[in-house]
């Protein structure tokens, strides 16, 4: 009979095990699509006056954000979490990480797919728009790292990657961290 390293018991099955389970839940999530770097279709969102965009592939759902509670400790960019289909999920503030001001009114959240599930909040929601491959440009230099191009109407791509990589959310199978704990490992 052939037994698997958890049945074995030792410390070491047990380590080999819990990486093998790790491994298996990375290559079970769905893969993050591209930022729009030649074009496709997205979704736009305002944030202040600015209009953005985040391709279609990378989202799961758009909703208006309700019930989203702060979490003690938290970086003031991660707003706290909202409860979708009885799981906690973290939202991302995009006006803070951008250095805007706190809007009046509470927005929408934009739900990201990835080995994460993250919640961006946005302020308003727009349209789901086909951006021409020839329409994209490089962003500026002063555009910031989660902008992946701008498009010739203006249209400011960012890329799911970069912010799904912020160091505000630690490692992708570990806890988020607080803001009292030490991000560079």
Known sequence: MIRSPAQEGGPEDLALAALLRRRAERLAAPRIAEAPRAGGSVLSFGIGPETYAIALGSLTEAAALEG??????????????????????PVLDLRRVLGLPEPAEPGAVLFLRGVRTIGLRVDALGEVRQVPDEAVADPPEAAGPLVAGVSSDGLILLDVRRILALPLFGPADGPIP???????R
């Open 68 to 89: 989203c509670a702060a979490v003690p400790g938290w970086p003031p960019e991660l707003l706290g979490v909202v409860n979708r289909r009885g799981t906690l999920v």
């Open 178 to 184: 607080d803001r009292d704990m030490d991000r560079t």
